[in-house]
């Protein structure tokens, strides 16, 4: 009996760790692949003062349809698959405004748009850019229950598309009793970002300081802001507004370093660059930045140059102020700039716009500024003051759209005036950055950080605090500049974000439960079709009739 | 509705197997014991196949034909026939005619083959949101496969267990047998040589199976006559 007991142990322990593997398969069975995966890109969902924007929801498992749908088709449980070249986007926009509901929505991009593709540009790109934008503009300011993702247009995908457009039109749409194609995209619901950090970087160039000099020296301060927001964060790369003000700002460093580093070439004026976040909300970013400096740095700056989109333009530039235009400093300021702009042959403009301090929108850097008491100015290609989110850095700003001639130029005027400005040569016709010399503008430099700026998204909630871009920014900043440092603050609590950025989404092509049970009938005539069959040939036909005629003959038996 | 279809799948292949069983006299005279030693039978030999594969094939990066290794491939496929030959002959098998004993090992052989093969990717790729047609390919080659079964067992009892064969017919069976058993290496040859697609190469199994199928059965039947 023991025997038995010790025996059976081995025997029932091998069965139970059969029974687990048995259990182990079925769990990992869902790992099958679908036709075609494809990366997403979510809509950005964010609130204002616990007003929602944006999509709200990540999670997608419904069935495709085209623009070309059946009227009375169910739309509660379909995606729409709209390609933006076929956009249409007041039926968009009456759809979102009308509120009608939808299981989702997908938007086909051009791979124009694709930072990561190797395709040169085509035609007709500045006609899709402007859709873009305009769609862009018409989903951040919605509130959208719906998931709302974009991708980005290839061969698998039109296969799809087509498939999809071709079984509307013949009033088939895809549903659960019909076949067709499910988009699923299975992600986590999306929660909160925690703390959104924005993270200020600032340079500092000493001036020379004379002996027994006890006054503190004026500085100049050029600012830039860096990060962006789109409608998709993953993708908003923002390369004109603004990695052309960041490069710019990039490259004048570099130049001015070049100049301070002989001592006898070193100018009387202190330099301070900042690289700001925070940029698109409100420059809440360069708000917390001066609200750190300390009384004496304050008192110092002369004044402060903010850029903000020098990328694009042709031959007119534009310079923001919010003090009037009479201000000795502004004055200079603008003689300065239009002289050497005249010489370069850029016509150089003045506008000013007054700050409503009960307003809390800021719609350039330099009202920041403005508003702790600073002199300064925004040396912009945009004319009028941009709205919330407005030219912040959206899809359609992607490399192809940025001139590098004309931040080329755009850091040639500024870095001109400022030394005049600096070294005391002002009106006269010399230049310090003369094109063969070696302090010329260097346009691989420009060249590739604007290639690095359009491959990287910035929206700032997004960046972690040790994100490896904003580290690379301090340490070329460190190259040029002494005494970099970088600061870390929270964004204000009037905007929070959502996380869930990106996904993969799965398209699967189902047959629909007709055709399975199609199946089940055929198969079960088959089988017993193959039954007849072998019982007649191997049993006999009477064989096959008996089975079937049984009772009744036991009943005449008995009778 | 996946697992639906994995249902319907699992009836194409494994279905064919049952209603033999019970629609020909093999159930009346219960051999169930047979097809099981068969089946048994044929999990040994697919361990010895796998290890000669394993040890003699080197694994080829394309999907190219290589006549060498095909070459291999079939001889290692002889295995199969040793196989049935060790279950047709060496296993002990209650008092059953010949008749039925090759039905039975037939069926046991047939079965563990689709069980082995054709369960798992059944299992795992069936019950998927994705649908292709490949699962219900892979139940027809199931069933053309059983028929093969059937066939090879039958000539292997004609060639092994009757010792009164009509002499002119002895080539005709060994010539059958031997395309029946080489029937692997020239589906492979077809699918990769000639790159036919899986429909294609399904139904040449089916229409294969059947016509070797009824030309066992004439032979068998004409083995019969004599002693009858």
Redesign the interface.
Known sequence: MAAKKHGDRPVLESVYSVIALVFVLVACAELCGAATVVDVYRLIQYDISGVPFGSRLAGLNHHALSLHFPPGADLSRAVLVIPVRDLNLSYVKDYLSERQPLGGLLFLLPQIFNFESKESSGDGEELFKNIVMELEQLLIHTNIPYPVYFAFENDDINTVLADIKRNDVSGQPATATTGGYKLVVSTTEPKKVASPVMSNIQGWLPGLKADGDPNQLPTIAIVASYDTFGAAPALSVGTDSNGSGVVALLEIARLFSLLYSNPKTRGRYNLLFGLTSGGPYNYNGTHKWLRSFDQRLRETIDYAICLNSIGSWNNELWIHVSKPPENAYIKQAFEGLSNVGEELGIKVGLKHKKINISNSRVAWEHEQFSRHRITAATLSEISTAPGLFENTGSLADSRNFVNEDAVIKSVKLIAESLARHIYGHRGKNIQIFADEGSLAVNPSYIRSWLDLLSRTARVAPFLSKNDPFVMALKKELEEHTEEVILQNEVLDGIFTFYDSTKATLNIYQVASVTFDLLLLLVLGSYLIVLFSFLVITTRGLDDLISLFRRPPSRKVKTA | ?TV??FF?CA??TF??HA??Y????LSEYDTLGTSVKAALVYLGTALVKLVCLATFLKVSENESFDPYQELLKALIGFIDVAGLYFALTQLTHRNISQNHKFQAVGLGWAFADSVLHRLAPL???A?????TWDY?LQGLEANANLVFSISLAALGSLMWLRKNKPKTLIPIIYACAGIVATMPSITSYLRRGLGWHFPKVVGFELFTSLAMAFISWQLFSACQRPSA
């Open positions: 509705m639906f279809h319907n009836i194409l279905g064919p209603v033999y019970s629609a020909t006299p299992w795992v790729g019950r998927g949101l994705e649908f219900i």
